[in-house]
């Protein structure tokens, strides 16, 4: 066991160290390896609804974050140049050899389409270099040295308008077609802006207007940087990226230019300063493509670049020809190389890390060992370092306080546990000394210790400390078991595994304590030892795990323990997550959650709640979070911001609610919320249909008929789906159902493929949704109608023929047993009838027994508080209304609500207590989980009458009456104190109440009398 802690102790050192280097990106090379076999990768699009597509020399091809799915047309040339969408979501594209083509996705269907001009026929095979739709729905059509087409296919419209014109003399009619090239479109409501082989232009749809925005006039064989191929807005800026012209900006407002070289000494360098492509990163940054220097990074704030190819900090990135860049929703780059297609994955470092800063540190590494605040300081904690960081949240200061250590042990400060206990005191744990903080002085304060360790004055090595229920400190060691501090006394009781203990723990090592919600105190420790205590019984009960495999019982080696909002257990140990439910009189082991159950790792170090009741955990692999009520784990680790996670991370909650990783030199801070909503954001689509193995486009059928229609034989089919997710498709969970066929959700997991075979006839709807950390989300679910016609072997028509039939043979005995049928189920129905009127003359018998006795008893105390307080009797003659009000709204009715009948109750109450005062009281305690079951209309008034006037009713010997739920019954309790003599009792009020409510439910009313007590149950309904 000792070798067993020192490897883990070497492999943790050795994780958190390296959370200090930077994050790297993550590359992905997709080829004929991993789906494509299309050939080379040439265009790229991401669609509106989040799938990309992929243009190669010899098709089309959809990729939905798990596979590549290829569409090709066997009638047009497939070796795709561009691409765009439009506002139908069909995906146009042209081809290296001149031409277009539309394709939906929605139907599968290719429509290919040419380009006429009777002034230009070589327009129809010329190469296009974009494809743009404006905001109105247009289709422009930039074509190589030919400038741009207005495009019409519909009435074979094409209007061509040049960059450079015929008309112009600055340039040879040869290089008047080379600057005649427009590479790119931005529009912003009152221009298109092109970039172009000839600079920036504004062009005006409208008029047709086509305006040079230049920085300074053009001037014959002199060097230029406004070759722009890509353009970015941003506000008033427009980034334009330009062939040997590194990144240009131009103001639209002011327009002012300004020009930034990534290599300015080597101005003459055309692949020096070549940016092929920009992309939006943030609001300050662009990602580049530069023609040698590949990825980059230009920062528009500090007008500097970055690159990560040839990096030695980023060496997965690599060479590529970079001059087509992608940035999806996720904010993944997409690229191109000789060996594919790449995907750069940014860590989307949802943990942010905040470096610490101490004045000196014991050793290699320091560790932040734990963090509390108030409103007015936050306390940090560190082993190695300073001691304890106190921030005065008023001031902005911040000052360090050394702790006391032992002269012989090892000379460092080391604080294990901050706590605030229920007066507000802030208690600090030290390796060697209990602390208070002294806010008066601000320092710490040493309270009276406990005996040490040996005779040798060892340490006792604290590690933990909670505070039960009474009040007293009970703090756990390594070496000596755990002590028992009693604030108001001072003195101490010690749990040790050795006779001079005040009681026994069978331990000595003890890493954490916990209090649950019954105030047992639970402890742990790394060699074996997991168990609880009853302060008054001064003994530990020790769990055991025993299992299949393991039939002789096992102790549990723990590491943590935490009691959540709740009240219940997580103990974290060698072998998974413990989740104990201590909500009764003895722990009940709900749960361990292992690897199996995609926990990072068994080890579990570190336990905490965010304020969303979800359990987060630190694992020698990752940290996890679980959703307590379904039990789901997510796991969060180095593409979440987190490098090189360990078991020494603690999680601690601040003031506010974020959460906070604890680790060497520093800590990560992030939102929970964000992290519960991890997976949960991405589109969900069903990518496939398949009938019978073959592919169906039920888009577009469903458009056109609402429906599935499938013959009898078509009667297996399956479905993919998918959350359209290009980051973390591990993190994606699903569940499906086909209504009409499965009882309920069916939980797949990461699966995402289902298939259903031999289904009957009839009507059918498939549906599929996304499963988040907090629970299944019902508004990301999409239905499918499917019918499928049943055989005519089946059908209605043939079951009738058959019956017709047999019915022809059986005639007489069929009329004869027929006959007998109706007169039985008339003589049922008229003792039915016969019954129901019966119980509701009883009821009504019932309820008629409240008018006379209270009505009179009412106006009499009516009538007395008339003469004594006319505001009480102005409140007491209103809930008198509002009960006759109630019973004439429900005489009509069999049942109402429980919710309906205890407001009413409370109101008949209060008159009652009106005229009883401190003699009758009432107590109602019901879930209003239960408040839509239903009873029957003054059930509950009736019940409290017929105790009212039963008992003595006295101040010194009041009439306690008690309502409760459970699942079956509301039950109702009375102390007996019965009277001798009952006036208007005719012993026939709850004899009523059994017969209607046998009418009304199966379930009976129960009636129990003891010496004491008067209990009488209502079944709900």
């Excluded at 040490?452 to 000596?480: H, L, P, V």
């Excluded at 592919?695 to 013959?711: C, Q, R």
């Excluded at 109602?924 to 003595?952: G, S, W």
Aim: charged residues 20%.
């Amino acid at each position: 066991m000792k070798h067993t802690i020192v490897i883990i102790s070497i492999c943790l050192y050795c994780l958190n160290t390296a959370a200090q280097l930077p994050a790297q990106l993550t590359v992905t090379n997709y080829n004929e390896t991993n789906g494509i076999d299309n050939g080379r990768v040439t265009a790229m699009l991401q669609a509106t609804n989040g799938y990309l597509w992929f243009g190669t020399t010899n098709g089309l091809l959809r990729f939905d974050g798990y596979q590549f799915r290829p569409y090709n047309s066997p009638v047009i040339i497939n070796s795709i140049s561009k691409m765009a969408e439009d506002s139908n979501h069909c995906i146009w594209m042209s081809f290296l050899g001149g031409g277009l083509a539309r394709f939906d996705p929605a139907s599968g269907v290719f429509t290919p389409y040419i380009i006429k001009s009777s002034k230009d026929p070589l327009l129809a095979t010329a190469e296009i270099s974009k494809l743009f739709f404006d905001s109105k729905g247009q289709l422009w059509i930039a074509v190589t040295q030919k400038g741009i087409v207005k495009a019409d296919f519909t009435n074979d419209k094409f209007t061509v308008y040049d960059i450079v014109p015929a008309s112009n003399n600055f340039y040879t009619p040869e290089f008047r077609k080379i600057y005649n090239t427009v590479y790119n479109f931005y529009e912003d409501g009152s221009y298109i802006w092109l970039a172009t082989h000839d600079g920036l232009y504004k062009f005006g749809p409208s008029a047709g207007s086509m305006i040079p925005v230049r920085a300074k006039p053009l001037v014959r064989n002199s060097r230029r940087f406004d070759l722009f191929g890509h353009l970015v807005p941003d506000n008033d800026l427009i980034w334009l990226s330009a062939w040997a012209g590194g990144i240009s900006s131009y103001n639209k407002k002011n327009g002012e230019w300004n020009l930034y070289l990534p290599e300015p000494a080597e101005i003459d360098n055309t692949l020096s300063n070549g940016v092929i492509n920009i992309e939006r990163k943030s609001d300050h940054e662009l990602w580049l493509g530069h023609g040698g220097k590949g990825l980059g990074i230009f920062n528009t704030v500090t007008k500097t670049f970055f690159f990560f190819t040839n990096n030695k900090l980023y060496p997965t990135v690599p060479e590529a020809d970079w001059s087509e860049i992608l940035v999806d929703n996720n904010k993944n780059i997409w690229g191109m190389n000789r060996n594919g297609l790449l995907k750069v994955q940014v860590p989307e470092h949802r943990f942010n890390y905040k470096s610490w800063t101490v004045k000196s540190k014991m050793g290699v590494v320091f560790y932040l060992t734990d963090m509390l605040e108030d409103d007015n300081r936050r306390f940090t904690s560190t082993s190695f370092a300073d001691g304890l960081y106190v921030l005065d949240k008023k001031t902005g200061k911040e000052r360090t306080i050394p702790v006391d250590f032992f002269s012989n042990g090892e000379q460092s400060f080391d604080i294990r546990q901050l706590m605030k206990d229920s007066k507000g005191n802030t208690w600090v744990i030290t390796r060697d000394y209990i602390c208070l903080y002294d806010t008066i002085a601000e320092k710490l304060v040493k309270i009276k210790q406990p005996p040490t360790y040996s005779a040798e004055k060892f340490t006792n090595s604290f590690t933990g400390i909670a505070e039960d229920k009474d009040g007293n400190m009970w703090i756990t060691t390594k070496r000596n078991g755990i002590f028992v501090y009693s604030v108001k006394n001072e003195n101490y009781i010690h749990y040790g595994n050795a006779e001079h203990g005040n009681a026994f723990i069978n331990a000595a090592y003890l890493t954490d304590i916990a209090v649950d919600a019954k105030g047992r105190v639970w402890a742990g420790g790394p060699y074996g030892f997991l168990g609880y205590a009853v302060a008054a019984e001064k003994k530990f009960t020790e769990l055991k795990k025993q299992t299949a495999a393991h039939p002789i019982p096992l102790s549990i080696q723990t590491y943590s323990l935490f009691a959540d909002s709740g009240g219940n257990i997580w103990a974290g140990t060698f072998g998974g997550l413990y989740f104990y439910d201590c909500s009764g009189d003895s722990p009940v082991l709900k749960k361990i959650l292992t690897a199996k159950d995609a926990l990072r790792s068994n080890l579990v170090t570190n336990i905490q709640e965010d304020p969303l009741g979800n359990i987060w955990c630190i694992t020698e692999a990752g940290v996890c979070s679980i959703n307590p009520k379904n039990l789901k784990i997510t796991s969060y680790h180095t593409i979440d911001g987190i490098t090189g996670p360990g078991a020494n991370i603690k999680i601690t909650r601040a003031w506010n609610g974020e959460m906070r990783l604890l680790t060497s030199g520093g800590y990560y801070s992030f939102n929970y919320e964000d992290k519960q909503t991890v997976g949960t954001a991405a589109p969900l689509r069903v990518t496939n249909m398949m009938v019978n193995d073959k592919d169906i486009y039920y888009e577009a059928i469903l458009e056109k008929e609402g429906k599935i229609s499938l013959a009898p034989s078509q009667n297996v089919f399956s479905f993919e789906f998918a959350a359209i997710n290009f980051n973390r498709t591990d993190k994606q969970q699903y569940s499906y159902m086909l209504k009409g066929f499965d009882k309920d959700w069916i939980d797949a997991g990461n699966r995402r493929f289902v298939s259903y075979t031999n289904l009957p006839g009839g009507n059918y709807v498939f549906m599929v949704r996304l499963d988040a950390g907090k629970g299944p989300t019902k508004e990301a679910v999409i239905n499918i109608p499917i019918y499928i016609r049943t055989p005519f072997y089946k059908t209605i028509v043939f079951f009738i023929s058959l019956a017709v039939l047999l019915l022809g043979l059986v005639y007489w005995l069929y009329r004869y047993r027929i006959n007998q049928h109706r007169q039985v189920h008339s003589l049922q129905s008229k003792t039915q009838l016969l019954e129901k009127e019966k119980a509701m003359v009883m009821y009504e018998g019932l309820k008629q027994q409240l008018n006379p006795h209270f009505l009179f008893n009412s106006l009499t105390s009516l009538s007395g508080l008339i003469q004594t307080n006319q505001v009480l009797a102005g409140n007491f003659l209103e809930q008198m209304s509002k009960i006759y009000r109630y019973i004439l709204k429900n005489r009509d009715r069999e049942t109402v609500t429980l919710a309906q009948e205890i407001t009413f109750l409370e109101s008949y109450v209060q008159l009652q207590q009106t005229r009883f005062g401190k003699g009758l009281q009432v107590y109602i305690d019901i879930d209003p989980d239960h408040f839509d079951r239903k009873i029957a209309p003054v059930t509950l008034q009736n019940l409290m009458e017929n105790a009212i006037k039963h008992n003595i009713i006295d101040t010194n010997s009041p009439l306690r009456i008690n309502i409760v739920c459970d699942e079956t019954y509301l039950v109702m309790e009375n102390n007996l104190q019965k009277k001798d003599f009952v006036e208007t009792s005719n012993q026939q009020g709850l004899a009523s109440m059994k017969s209607l409510y046998k009418y009304l439910t199966n379930t009976l009313i129960v009636i129990e009398e003891t010496d004491q007590t008067f209990t009488i149950k209502i079944p709900l309904i």
